[in-house]
């Protein structure tokens, strides 16, 4: 992730909804991102995530796990996907599927995601939920690495908000959905412009 990445493509992979998609075409469209938004992978024939792309012009490659006798076949088609999209940089923007390892390690640090809490709190696929159920006065979105463990890799940018008495799911998904969409885009661009610096298990922006 350190030399100057400016010209880069990259891949969203998604499953659902894709308002995190949506954001980056919208920041893409301003020009807030410098990077290609060459690749849109989604493993759900039904996402609506799929007709965002389609109506930005982004190429999609739908991969349907039902088509695939293991996730290491299924894999394979991805990678000569991103491959032949030259990508260099993958976000993961609600992609409810767990990588393996090795597709894990073949990208490292190059694979962003998103999480709709600040990590290491409430990791897993319930995160706001959990957050009312536990009753935190605040919570937030991480965008961080991908490693090995699942939401544990090193964090690139956190944003804050308030969880308030009344918060439903819905609404405290609202705020935090607002943070996704600002400050994944601003990742995205960071890593296009060679920003982001591995020491550790911390991640400098220069
Ligand atoms: C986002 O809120 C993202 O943080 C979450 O899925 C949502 C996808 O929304 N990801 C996870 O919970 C990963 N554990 P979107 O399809 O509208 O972008």
């Known amino acids: 992730m350190n030399p100057k990445t400016t010209g880069v493509n990259f891949a969203v ?3 659902g ?4 998609l949506q954001a980056m075409i919208d920041a893409a469209k301003k020009k807030r991102i410098s990077a290609k938004l060459a690749l849109v992978v989604c493993d759900n024939p039904g996402a609506h995530a799929i007709e965002r792309a389609r109506r930005a012009g982004i190429p999609v490659a739908v991969f349907d796990p039902e088509d695939f006798a293991s996730k290491k076949e299924l894999e394979a088609a991805v990678i000569g996907e991103l491959n032949r999209g030259k990508i ?3 976000a993961l923007a609600g992609y409810m599927r767990i990588l393996s390892d090795d597709f894990v390690r073949r990208y490292k640090n190059r694979i962003l995601n998103i999480h709709p809490a600040l990590l290491p709190s409430f990791k897993g696929g319930q995160a706001i939920k ?3 159920k536990y009753g935190v006065k605040v919570t937030g979105a991480t ?3 991908v490693s090995e463990e699942v939401d544990a890799g090193p964090i690139v940018l ?3 908000c308030p969880v308030k008495n009344n918060d439903s799911e819905k609404t405290l998904l609202a705020r935090v959905h607002k943070l996704e969409h600002k400050i994944y885009p601003e990742a995205i661009e960071l890593f296009a412009r060679g920003k982001l610096k ?3 298990r911390r991640v400098i922006v220069k």
Not at 17 to 20: A, D, H, K, M, V
């Open 13 to 15: 992979f998604c499953s």
């Open 17 to 20: 909804q894709g308002t995190n």
């Open 88 to 90: 260099r940089l993958i």
């Open 130 to 132: 959990d957050a009312i």
């Open 143 to 145: 965008v961080h690495f």
């Open 158 to 160: 956190q944003a804050v």
């Open 198 to 200: 591995a020491a550790g």
